[in-house]
């Protein structure tokens, strides 16, 4: 069974720095390309980028290019996304995802909630 | 950047009526690669649809997604109660891949 599992809510204030992690199992991790995609609160979804752990090959959106780092580690089958100077804006909850065969985005995990508050 | 405009936002139906919800795009979907998904309250969005017409595994037939190019349309056939959810049309054949806003769809 394809399981993503994210890390838990974080609670951080501005400027701090932050990784949270996407640990997958049931399938080979490092063929298959992970997503990751903000929902700010009472807001749709907005893609971020996309790794794919073989090659760690990265592709980001123009609109969070420079402001977040997507990485996977294949040893521990996890991607994770940081942070270096955390805003009150990135406040939101973040979901990974795999890409699919044909691109779909077919297993998602929970979530998690970041809140950044001073 | 291919913007989906997604309409109505939001969709007022009893339970057994049909859902027609709308996904236009701004230019050509390419290989007419469009998702649906559905989100529930303090859920991760689930895949129903892909490829603008193929059911996700485990999604019920009374899920159908059509169109192609600019206009997509997902259809429920009889809307259960488990239905009522926000939907999101998403397209990953233009780079970068966007999403649209939503649509809310609630009980009457």
């Known amino acids: 069974e394809v399981q993503l599992v994210q890390s838990g809510t974080e609670v951080k204030k501005p400027g701090e720095s932050l990784k949270i992690s996407c640990k997958s199992s049931?399938?080979?991790?490092?063929?298959?390309?992970i997503g990751w995609v903000r929902q700010m609160p009472g807001k749709g979804l907005e893609w971020m980028g996309i790794?794919?752990?073989?090659?760690?090959?990265?592709r980001y959106s123009p609109s969070f290019q420079g402001q977040v780092i997507i990485s996977a580690d294949k040893s521990v089958n996890t991607a994770f996304l940081q942070w270096s100077s955390l805003k009150a804006s990135d406040t939101a909850m973040y979901y990974c995802?795999?890409?699919?065969?044909?691109?779909?985005?077919?297993?998602w995990g929970q979530g998690t909630l970041v809140t950044v508050s001073s | 950047e291919i913007v989906l405009t997604q309409s109505p936002g939001t969709l007022s139906l009893s339970p057994g009526e049909r859902a027609t919800l709308s996904c236009r795009a701004s230019q050509t979907v390419p290989s007419n690669y469009l998702a649906w998904f559905q989100q529930k309250p303090g859920q991760a969005p689930k895949l129903l649809i892909y490829?603008?017409?193929t059911r996700a595994t485990g999604i019920p037939d009374r899920f159908s997604g059509s169109g192609s190019g600019t206009d997509f349309t997902l259809t429920i056939s009889r809307m259960e109660p488990e239905d009522f959810a926000v939907y999101y049309c998403h397209q990953w054949g233009g780079s970068p891949r966007t999403f649209g806003q939503g649509t809310k769809v609630e009980i009457k």
């Open positions: 995802m795999r890409r699919g065969t044909v691109g779909e985005l077919d297993y």
């Open positions: 790794i794919y752990p073989g090659d760690s090959d990265t």
């Open positions: 490829g603008a017409s």
């Open positions: 049931g399938y080979n991790f490092a063929t298959y390309w």
